[in-house]
């Protein structure tokens, strides 16, 4: 069954130093998301991508981070400059997107934990 | 704010038992309603997602939705302790690519 995939899955970093994290999602998926969710909260939306371009993006989302997909395969979430609130479990998740409503069920990978020390 | 949101439980029931988990949504322009099922230190899993007013049945799950009351709920019949998890409830606006609004989530434990 195809999966979402990402690495790594645990990644330790100095505060200020920058981060990249990534994902392959499903294979025929157009629509691509990052979500984060620091210990004992909700899961919360970062950004969404498609046809090659950020679709939507929320708060949390600052000049801090960026997206991209640099092949037709991978897509990235890189952290310039971290902090230690940076800390959280990082979720990629894809979805279909096709047709004129689209399908829009969302499949997500087993996550990043990211700890800022 | 566009909130979502559940039963602060723990909910605990006995094996075979029915669990049913309940969510409500503020915004009116939700359109699609999703349950994920997230063991602890896992990511979520997809399990139910429902459309269109009424139920939909999935196995031993049955989601249901009623838009007027901007309610949704999931049952899980002969609720096995495999079923202990964090389940939680998201919402997204008409639209594929329509991000996920989550709600905190209902520990859920099947006991023996």
């Known amino acids: 069954e195809p999966e979402v995939t990402q690495t790594p899955s645990h990644q330790v970093t100095q505060m200020g130093q920058e981060v990249i994290l990534r994902c392959v999602p499903i294979?025929?998926?157009?629509?691509f998301y990052w979500y984060r969710q620091i210990l004992g909260q909700k899961v919360e939306f970062l950004v969404s991508?498609?046809?090659?371009?950020?679709?939507?993006k929320s708060e949390i989302f600052d000049d801090q981070f960026s997206v991209e997909r640099p092949d037709g395969s991978n897509f990235t979430l890189k952290i310039r400059s971290t902090k230690l609130e940076d800390s959280a479990m990082y979720f990629c998740?894809?979805?279909?997107?096709?047709?004129?409503?689209?399908?829009?069920?969302?499949?997500f990978g087993q996550g990043t934990r990211l700890t800022v020390v | 704010q566009k909130e979502v949101e559940q039963n602060s439980g723990p909910l605990s029931v006995p094996e075979g038992a029915i669990a049913s988990l309940n969510c409500t949504y503020s915004?009116?322009?939700?359109?699609?309603f999703f349950w994920y099922r997230q063991y602890s230190g896992k990511s979520p899993e997809l399990i139910m997602f429902?459309?269109?007013?009424g139920d939909k049945e999935d196995g031993r799950f049955t989601a249901q939705l009623n838009k007027a009351s901007q309610y949704v709920s999931l049952l899980i019949r002969d609720s096995q302790p495999s079923d202990s998890a964090t389940y939680l409830c998201?919402?997204?606006?008409?639209?594929?690519?329509?991000?996920?609004?989550f709600g905190k989530g209902i520990t859920l434990s099947v006991r023996p």
């Open positions: 429902i459309y269109s007013n």
């Open positions: 915004d009116r322009g939700s359109q699609s």
């Open positions: 294979s025929n998926h157009l629509y």
């Open positions: 998740a894809s979805s279909e997107g096709y047709g004129d409503r689209g399908r829009d069920e969302a499949f």
């Open positions: 998201a919402v997204t606006r008409r639209g594929a690519n329509s991000k996920l609004t």
């Open positions: 991508f498609y046809n090659n371009e950020i679709s939507e």
